[in-house]
């Protein structure tokens, strides 16, 4: 018996493979009329570069071994590392701001649930060299561009926040611990509120301190809007927020003040809950979830201006996103919105009689080199079941050879969803529509 496939690991056969790889065609040409450039990166790095830079839970999960020269290489369960080493090497002659997109398989050891597989594909975009929040601005907006392009309109929102003010609030209620603060405050929605103030309470927050941060977090329900955004944040300002903190207030005034110019006043909240998990974010952070609050969010991502720093590069301000494929496709078919498989072909060739075959080959090929997917039937059919691969195929029309009442030189084109047919001259079969 023939081992099945790993666990956390899935097989993508036809109709699915093709339906990601348009998913995946329609997100690079967004990007792309963003002005954003794709960068590759290699598959396996060294571990190295995931002990310091992306946190302690990240290299926990990293698939880690040994190559043969006996050195720690894992692969890749993000791309954001990869990305500042190849940018350090690149510093002195390329031109800011960088604008760059991936798309790549990443691997986690992580516990497969909804949402999560140990093998899954992101599709980065970065930002590097623009120190304010037009960096921000431009990710998110072209965030929504790739989100619409791929049928997720009106599915999603925007939660942003920003971790200077969430440091701020941790420090006004008296946390003393910011990691377990931002853990503690990441599951609020995802614990009772007795052990979420117990979380709190091992980060320091005094007990009445505690039960304000509910109460706070509660009214800010599933999101600020940009209309209410600046009464919350001065509310919080008045109770006493350091300037650290208030800077952070001041960035996301200003961040939803260009956001709104983008559009995007509709599906942008501010959100004092998310925090973002990796250890380099240093400020603005956002994700993106379904607007019915189900399952884990499409795409996270946040400023991370001290990283290049990290990898011995010069300072550079840094902003970025990943958009993850699985949770991405689960928001899709809820939707009803996930492709079918590959674009559908334009032409297929049908022949009356067998020993056509080779002149439907040609036809093929001169369709096909003319830009028009084309095909034929390969296993010598008869036109009735020609008919139905072609309809299968979702071929648009089909081209048939050898009917005995057409014109001399000519072939007879079918559409295939009215079923009307005309004759057009074999020279001009082959141009595209």
């Given at each position: 018996?023939?081992?099945?496939v790993?666990?956390?690991?899935?097989?993508?056969?036809?109709?699915?493979?093709?339906?990601?790889?348009e998913?995946?065609?329609?997100m690079?040409?967004?990007?792309?009329?963003?002005?954003y450039?794709?960068?590759?990166?290699?598959?396996?790095?060294?571990?190295?570069?995931?002990?310091?830079?992306?946190?302690?839970?990240?290299?926990?999960?990293?698939w880690?071994?040994?190559?043969?020269?006996?050195?720690?290489?894992?692969?890749?369960?993000?791309?954001?590392?990869?990305?500042?080493?190849?940018?350090?090497?690149?510093?002195?002659?390329?031109p800011?701001?960088?604008?760059?997109?991936?798309?790549a398989?990443?691997?986690?050891?992580?516990?497969?649930q909804?949402?999560?597989?140990?093998?899954?594909?992101?599709?980065n975009?970065d930002l590097?060299?623009?120190?304010?929040?037009?960096?921000?601005?431009?990710l998110?907006?072209?965030?929504?561009?790739?989100?619409?392009?791929?049928?997720?309109?009106?599915?999603?929102?925007?939660?942003?926040?920003?971790?200077?003010?969430?440091e701020?609030?941790g420090?006004?209620?008296g946390?003393?611990?910011?990691?377990?603060?931002?853990?503690?405050?990441?599951?609020?929605?995802?614990?009772?509120?007795?052990?979420?103030?117990?979380?709190?309470?091992?980060?320091?927050?005094?007990?009445?301190?505690?039960?304000?941060?509910?109460?706070?977090?509660?009214?800010a329900?599933?999101?600020?809007?940009?209309?209410?955004?600046?009464?919350?944040?001065?509310?919080?300002?008045?109770?006493?927020?350091?300037?650290t903190?208030?800077?952070?207030a001041?960035?996301?005034r200003?961040?939803?003040?260009?956001?709104?110019?983008?559009?995007?006043?509709?599906?942008?909240?501010?959100?004092?809950?998310?925090?973002?998990?990796?250890?380099?974010?240093?400020?603005?952070?956002?994700?993106?979830?379904?607007?019915r609050?189900?399952g884990?969010?499409?795409?996270?991502?946040?400023?991370y201006?001290?990283?290049?720093?990290l990898?011995?590069?010069?300072?550079?301000?840094?902003a970025?996103?990943?958009?993850?494929?699985?949770?991405?496709?689960?928001?899709?078919?809820?939707?009803?919105?996930?492709?079918?498989?590959?674009?559908?072909?334009?032409?297929?060739?049908v022949?009356?009689d067998?020993?056509?075959?080779?002149?439907?080959?040609?036809?093929?090929?001169?369709?096909r080199?003319?830009?028009v997917?084309?095909?034929?039937?390969?296993?010598g059919?008869?036109?009735?079941?020609?008919?139905?691969?072609?309809?299968?195929?979702?071929?648009?029309?089909?081209l048939?050879?050898?009917l005995?009442?057409?014109?001399?030189?000519?072939?007879?084109?079918?559409d295939?969803?009215?079923?009307?047919?005309?004759?057009?001259?074999?020279?001009?079969?082959?141009?595209?529509?």
């Amino acid at each position: 018996m023939s081992p099945g496939v790993l666990r956390g690991f899935r097989d993508y056969p036809p109709p699915e493979a093709g339906a990601r790889s348009e998913i995946r065609r329609r997100m690079r040409a967004a990007a792309r009329r963003a002005g954003y450039a794709e960068l590759e990166l290699p598959s396996v790095e060294s571990f190295e570069l995931y002990q310091t830079k992306s946190g302690e839970g990240i290299a926990a999960e990293t698939w880690l071994f040994r190559d043969k020269g006996d050195r720690p290489v894992a692969l890749v369960p993000e791309q954001t590392p990869s990305l500042a080493r190849v940018f350090v090497d690149r510093a002195k002659s390329e031109p800011m701001p960088v604008k760059w997109f991936t798309v790549a398989k990443s691997w986690r050891y992580e516990e497969p649930q909804a949402g999560r597989t140990r093998e899954f594909l992101q599709f980065n975009l970065d930002l590097l060299g623009v120190p304010g929040v037009e960096a921000e601005a431009d990710l998110l907006a072209t965030a929504a561009l790739i989100l619409d392009e791929v049928g997720a309109q009106g599915l999603y929102a925007f939660r942003i926040n920003d971790r200077a003010l969430a440091e701020g609030l941790g420090r006004l209620f008296g946390a003393t611990q910011t990691t377990r603060f931002f853990r503690a405050v990441d599951r609020f929605r995802k614990v009772p509120p007795a052990e979420f103030e117990g979380e709190l309470a091992e980060a320091g927050v005094t007990p009445d301190g505690a039960r304000e941060l509910v109460e706070r977090f509660r009214a800010a329900g599933a999101g600020i809007g940009p209309a209410e955004l600046d009464a919350y944040l001065s509310a919080l300002e008045a109770r006493g927020l350091d300037e650290t903190a208030k800077a952070g207030a001041t960035r996301l005034r200003a961040l939803f003040r260009l956001l709104e110019k983008s559009g995007l006043a509709d599906r942008i909240v501010f959100d004092p809950t998310v925090v973002r998990g990796l250890a380099y974010y240093t400020s603005t952070v956002f994700e993106a979830f379904s607007r019915r609050g189900e399952g884990r969010s499409v795409f996270g991502g946040g400023r991370y201006d001290h990283l290049i720093e990290l990898f011995d590069g010069p300072p550079t301000p840094a902003a970025g996103l990943a958009i993850g494929d699985q949770t991405l496709e689960i928001l899709l078919k809820a939707a009803g919105r996930w492709p079918e498989g590959e674009p559908p072909l334009d032409t297929f060739v049908v022949v009356a009689d067998a020993s056509l075959g080779p002149e439907a080959v040609k036809l093929v090929d001169e369709l096909r080199r003319a830009g028009v997917s084309a095909d034929a039937d390969l296993l010598g059919r008869s036109m009735s079941r020609q008919f139905r691969e072609a309809a299968r195929r979702r071929s648009r029309r089909a081209l048939i050879l050898g009917l005995k009442e057409a014109t001399p030189g000519a072939v007879v084109e079918r559409d295939l969803a009215t079923g009307a047919q005309r004759e057009v001259a074999r020279s001009a079969a082959g141009r595209p529509a």
